[in-house]
């Protein structure tokens, strides 16, 4: 099949310029990959639906560079904890990404790009123009099949299995939607007394925590995008709907801060995350995503919860799959 691509005939690629650093590379422009066709790729670390995406993009940098294919990574932080170079770099090797990636911390190349999305695929010919674009998760094989009319190759697509973080989502069973804990995109708190924004104060627990909403017990400073505890034994409880629990992470200490996951009550067993153990144990370490929970059986509604034994653990939000 053809997919269509005259809407984007008249977009040529921005400048490639603002970048804060480079890895896997020396900075590149736009002109330097002129020649090649070219896939840019906007993420963000934290993000579950680029995490999920990854695997393709990287089968696709592989699958293709003989014939020309050429990808670049663009990260532009979504969290402020984000912007670290550093940070960028581990997540790279973590995900073994070996195509460089620009450091977008400035939002430079995003703001030439008018992008608004993690994920977002560009598109673009061997001549500079963009010729297709895709937004978020999915529509795998289309965008492949674009990869392949613009570098004039058909063959059988590339086989994708995604694991840990990176298996696709079940869709089918996921009825809890990401949500924010700062003030300023929050929802679904339900902690008795309500929130009291950037200042510490001492949260409760619901006896009953409704469907898809979320509670502090202990300590905590609820600041514009993250929650932050103020002292020992904090807990944050979230009732769900989904196969898979994720929690944004990061760690102002410097030292690892233990954790303790509970599902329903109970240590997790089969249904524990990648970063989790059966008993429910786990270490806050780098800031990141970290999956605490895979139900093993049927997907049910869960309360699941998170003790923190230290202060210093900052919690930014909930993912689910």
């Not at 005259?6 to 590379?25: C, E, K, M, Q, Y």
């Not at 869709?171 to 708190?189: A, M, N, Q, S, V």
């Not at 995350?273 to 997907?299: M, N």
């Amino acid at each position: 099949m053809v997919w269509p691509m005259s809407v984007f005939s008249r977009v040529h690629l921005p400048p490639l310029d603002g970048a804060t650093a480079w890895i896997n590379s020396e900075p590149l422009g736009a002109e330097a990959l002129r020649g090649r066709v070219l896939v840019v790729n906007f993420w963000t670390l934290t993000c579950i639906n680029w995490l999920r995406q990854e695997p393709y993009v990287r089968a696709w940098a592989d699958a293709y560079r003989e014939e020309g294919l050429a990808v670049l990574g663009v990260h532009t932080p979504e969290f402020s904890f984000e912007h670290e170079a550093d940070r960028v770099g581990r997540a790279v090797a973590e995900r073994a990404i070996g195509y460089p990636v620009a450091v977008d911390s400035d939002y430079a190349i995003w703001r030439a790009f008018a992008n608004r999305y993690w994920p977002a695929l560009y598109f673009a010919d061997a001549t500079g123009i963009i010729r297709h674009e895709h937004f978020g998760e999915g529509r795998y094989e289309e965008c492949e099949r674009v990869i392949q009319q613009l570098l004039g190759v058909e063959r059988a697509l590339v086989s994708v299995a995604g694991d840990g973080v990176e298996a696709a989502a079940d869709w089918d069973h996921l009825r809890t939607p990401e949500t924010y804990l700062g003030h300023l995109r929050g929802h679904g708190f339900a902690s008795p007394g309500g929130s009291v924004f950037d200042e510490p104060r001492d949260y409760a627990l619901p006896d009953r925590l409704p469907g898809n909403q979320w509670a502090l017990a202990g300590a905590w400073e609820i600041g514009p995008e993250r929650v932050a505890l103020a002292a020992a034994g904090g807990r944050v409880a979230f009732r769900f709907h989904a196969r898979d629990a994720h929690v944004v992470l990061a760690n102002a200490t410097g030292e690892p801060i233990p954790f303790r996951v509970l599902l329903d009550g109970e240590a997790p067993g089969d249904s524990h995350g990648v970063d989790v153990a059966a008993d429910g144990s786990g270490a806050l370490g780098d800031g990141r995503l970290y999956q605490l929970v895979r139900q093993a059986g049927p997907v049910r509604e869960r309360t699941l919860e998170i003790a923190f034994e230290a202060a210093g653990a900052e919690a930014y939000a909930f993912t689910f799959g």
